[in-house]
Each structure stands twice: as C-alpha cells, then as structure tokens.
Nanobody, 127 residues
Framework: QVQLLEFGGGSVQAVGPLRLSCAAS????????VGWFRQGPGKAERQGVA?????????YYANSMKGRFTISQDKSKNTVYLQMNSLNPEDTAMYYC???????????????????WGQGTQVTVST
C-alpha cells in the first residue's frame, strides 16, 4: 500500500495558477503509476484529470485539461506535481492523488488503475 500526502490546494482567483503536490511513500515503485482525480461539489464520481507512468514519463490528460494542466514527477523526492493554469470556477473541486499500479489494464484516468488514494486537497476558484 502506497502512502500518499497531497498538498498545495487553496483558494485562487480565476485564471490564476496553482500547483498541487503528491508525496508518496519512499518506495522505489511508489510512483510507477500516479493519477490526479477530482470530485466537484455535488458530483457523485471522481473525474480523472491527469496521470503519469513514472517508469516511462508518459503522461495522460482528460481532454478538458489539455493545455491547461501539466503533470510531472521528481523521482528523487517521490513526488508528483499537478501544475494548473488558466483556472476557472468549474475547476473547483477536491483533488485526489492516486498511486500504486493495479492489475487493471484500461485507461490511466480511471480509478481502477490505482490501489491507493490520498485524503485530498481542496481547490476553490473564484471569479
């Protein structure tokens, strides 16, 4: 089980940038599979935002995040980042980091891909 800690959330005005961090437990495989998800107010499900294959550096993005969000990793710190630009109020949500490669072979933007979840960090975007 990968231990995860997200931080960097907060309140920001529209179009402002924000960077989220996900620190994983110090295991050499803890960031092999990492995804960011979000759950907006009143939404029943978590939406896949971005993901990274830590072994190859391959990244995956939801269509609405392409060009605005960037996922990256610092393997020396076992940390994955989500840089968010051009934020708008529709981006307001609880953001979760997920890690740990499951046996699921489908989309990296589905929760089934991961075995561990962080507690979430709130992002609130105001006009």
């Amino acid at each position: 089980q990968v231990q995860l800690l997200e931080f960097g959330g907060g309140s920001v005005q529209a179009v402002g940038p924000l960077r989220l961090s996900c620190a994983a437990s110090p295991d050499r495989h803890s960031t092999d599979c990492v995804g960011w998800f979000r759950q907006g107010p009143g939404k029943a499900e978590r939406q896949g935002v971005a993901a990274i294959d830590g072994r190859t550096g391959t990244t995956y993005y939801a269509n609405s995040m392409k060009g605005r969000f960037t996922i990256s990793q610092d393997k020396s710190k076992n940390t994955v980042y989500l840089q968010m630009n051009s934020l708008n109020p529709e981006d307001t949500a609880m953001y979760y980091c997920a890690a740990g490669c499951s046996a699921y072979g489908g989309s990296w933007l589905r929760g089934l891909k991961y075995t561990s979840w962080g507690q979430g960090t709130q992002v609130t975007v105001s006009t």
